[in-house]
């Protein structure tokens, strides 16, 4: 968690209206032993399965083979060359955007086909050197790429995204030629000086739902946006759990006190340790928005608190099922989950004391079901959202 800056990445997709799945396919992974990001939005030809199928191939080669330092060139003829050919046009056909991202190096961008990236440097258009590349060999022979390469500086913003998005609106009274990838940048370039802090998700959100509506709210192909964004962490603290020693109690109570960033406290114990050690008083709510779960408490210094272990299993599960089309209440789970999304470094402190209301206290403390859960969190916030996570037992 010593980088220079955090590395946000998001995407927002959304299916042609006549689909039930996307053929647009966004997949990005951390790799933590070479420091390294590799993102990849893939376009499939046509919409639908067919679609979909062809995106989701071309996407996982593009990602393992970058992964693998295979060269730019190589990859691309490797994916044109493997891809199956559609029964009725004969021909193998889907676009990608694949972006390789040093933490303290080069960004690569590697494309075929998709609208060109735009790159941000703060408030303004920032414009890397582009460079052919033509393919050589098999099918792909004569197929030309665009890649570019630069160092990456703070508040640098990449947003990549498909022909859903720059033709939108196409053929209709707004736009005879399609939204188009020119007035896409100045919509990214206003929303940013209008709101500089917006996050990664917000950005492709705002823009795939502005391409919804420039067809008239019934998309016409397949929409997405992939946003990456270069900037300060925003860290969030959670603790649950007791100290394993009733001595650390003050020093528990500290460390809550004292980390700068949204602070949450799951368990009724939990609180109560800290309001006692901090002196402060916990208020109750009567705000039952999710039945499952008791509602939140109040307590000044801290962002939420909740329950314990049913609130923190029940946020797992919505973490496991997360997906853009997740709508999230206002109840306790759904609560931390927002949180947790909109947060890059999470820090969790859990303490070690056993509670008996939930396990026996005869058996060893690392068979505790407040590891257990915390442990399932931790790695699926590193897994499926690129978090940076620290976990702190005490």
């Known amino acids: ?91 193998s056909y889907s676009t ?48 030309e790429l665009k890649s570019c390469e630069f160092i990456p500086e703070k508040e640098d913003r990449i947003i990549f995204f498909s022909d859903g998005v720059a033709q939108s609106g196409l053929g209709g009274g707004k736009f005879l030629f399609g939204w188009g990838r020119d007035s896409v940048q100045q919509y990214v370039l ?15 959100h705002k823009v795939v739902n502005m391409a919804h509506v420039n067809d008239g709210y019934l998309s016409k192909d397949d929409t997405s946006c992939g946003v990456i964004y270069f900037r300060e962490p925003r860290k969030m603290l959670v603790c649950t759990g007791p100290p394993f020693e009733e001595s650390n109690d003050s020093e528990f109570a500290r460390m809550v006190d004292q980390f700068d960033g949204k602070k949450i406290i799951c368990g009724a114990t939990t609180a109560d340790i800290i309001a006692r050690e901090l002196k402060r008083s916990i208020e109750d709510t009567f705000d039952f928005d999710d039945p499952d779960l008791p509602p939140i ?20 599960e919505i973490l496991k099922g997360f997906s853009s089309s997740t709508r999230l209440t206002k109840g306790p789970a759904d609560r931390i989950v927002k949180m947790l999304i909109e947060s890059d470094e999470i820090h969790f402190i859990i303490g070690t004391r056993i509670n008996i209301a939930h396990q026996d206290p005869s058996l060893p403390v690392e068979l505790e079901i407040r590891r257990t859960v915390v442990k399932r969190i931790a790695r699926l916030l590193e897994d499926k959202f690129l978090k940076e996570v620290a976990l702190t037992f005490i």
Request: hydrophobic share 40%.
């Open 1 to 91: 968690m010593d980088n220079r800056f955090y590395i946000e990445v998001n995407a927002e997709l959304k299916n042609h209206h006549e689909s039930r799945i996307c053929g647009d396919v966004f997949l990005s992974r951390r790799i933590n032993e070479e420091n390294r990001i590799v993102a990849v939005l893939s376009d499939g030809m046509g919409h639908g399965v067919k679609a979909n199928m062809l995106a989701t191939l071309t996407a996982t080669m593009a990602l393992n083979f970058t992964a693998e330092h295979k060269e730019m060139h190589r990859i691309a003829e490797i994916i044109m060359n493997t891809l199956p050919e559609c029964s009725e046009r004969k021909m």
């Open 96 to 143: 990608f955007t694949i972006i390789d991202i040093e933490f303290d190096g080069k960004v690569r961008i590697l494309e075929y086909d998709n609208p060109q990236t735009i790159v941000l440097r703060g408030k303004k258009i920032f414009e890397p050197e582009w460079t052919c590349v033509m393919l050589e060999g098999g099918k792909s022979a004569g197929k």
């Open 190 to 204: 206003e929303l940013v000086n209008h709101e500089p802090d917006l996050s990664a998700l917000q950005l492709a």
């Open 297 to 316: 408490s109040l307590m000044e210094g801290v962002d939420l608190v909740t329950e314990g272990i049913l609130t923190l299993g029940k946020v797992t």
